[in-house]
């Protein structure tokens, strides 16, 4: 499965999932393929305490009580949902949760506004009903409705951005656990799917998504939400940009160091925009970006790119700063005001004070701007 673009969870650790799997013998729900603590595991990684004969590595970088309580939740007869700002890892997290509990992390239905009740239920190959008619063999199940006859995990991706037909149609499918097909006859019950033991829905919503389609009471009672907040420990948010890029240079068979002073620039450098957007008073005065964890990596992703086709085959900070800018300023000529006054402001006095990587940070900023202006 190596020529994936991108290989689902379930394939890119499936030797590690196999293995946690023969040393399992803990009590599993349902039809659970690891045990609760062993899809703790597989998520946090392995500790020394924990005696095992060979590490897990770390994949999803937070706190272990969300994680707690998202397989306690799936666990019970409750859908999960993750919500929080965007770039805080809620999609990886319930991919990897799917990847642990049914090896099957692909059951996606992506909420959009032309996202309708046929996918989260079924709908029709055209061409066999014209032949035969309507029968189960006809019909195409969606996702969700794949997951319930499965017994496994069914995802809802930006719950929030499809309309409110299709949130109750899903109210229906959490609280009766089955699916009726009206067009097939009622004998034999072929005319109803239910849900096997360990079906679940796991969905995200973006927090910044308020006020596009609020979720009703009643879809919200289905639900234990689990809020994933921004990441602001600097250590933590490190480890995940450097366990997320080092992803993309072993992917890209790519040679080239990211230096701590480097990623140490990149840290400080959106600490220092939140701050600004946090103390700002109106949104004019802040960047559209939501300077997300997943936003940092896209700049250092896009600047060791750069750096290793078009440059010296070395990150360097005038290219990371070219990065920044690039990514972040979305709006013109507001972004690139806010960016410019971040650069003279902070930059510059800090260049001087501490020198380092920030004089050729700032060089770079400036020219990326003077470009885009």
Known sequence: MSDLLRAPAEIK?????????????????FSWRLSP????????????????????????????????????????????????????????LAELLSAAISR???????GTAGTTEDHIKYSW?????????????????????????????GRFEELTRSTSDVQ??????????????????SAGGENIVFAQPGFSVIATANSRDRGVNDLSSALKRRFNFVRIPVVTNKKSEAEI??????ELLRRHSIELDVPPTLLDVLLQSFADLRASAAAAGSDDEKLESALSTAEQIGVLEDAVLHSDFFGERALTARALAASLVGTLARREPEDLAILNKYLHGVVEPRGKEQGGSWPEFLEGGREAIAKLA
């Open 13 to 29: 650790y499936a030797e590690e999932l196999d293995w946690l799997e023969s040393i399992d013998d803990n009590p599993k729900p």
């Open 37 to 92: 603590k062993m899809v703790r595991l597989f998520i946090l990684g392995s500790e020394r305490a924990d005696g095992l004969d060979r590490e897990v590595t770390q994949k999803w970088f937070g706190d272990r009580s969300f994680v707690e309580r998202s397989i306690v939740t799936l666990a019970s007869d409750r859908g999960l949902l993750l919500i929080g700002d965007p770039g805080t890892g809620k999609s990886w």
């Open 104 to 110: 099957n992390s692909t059951q996606v239905v992506q």
């Open 125 to 153: 190959n055209v061409s066999m009903v014209i032949a035969k008619g309507q029968s189960r063999e006809s019909m195409i199940p969606s996702p969700i409705m794949t997951a319930m006859e499965t017994g496994t995990i």
């Open 168 to 185: 109750d149609a899903l109210i229906s499918i959490l609280s009766e656990k089955y699916i009726s097909v009206p067009e097939l006859d």
């Open 241 to 246: 940009v450097r366990f997320r890029t080092e």
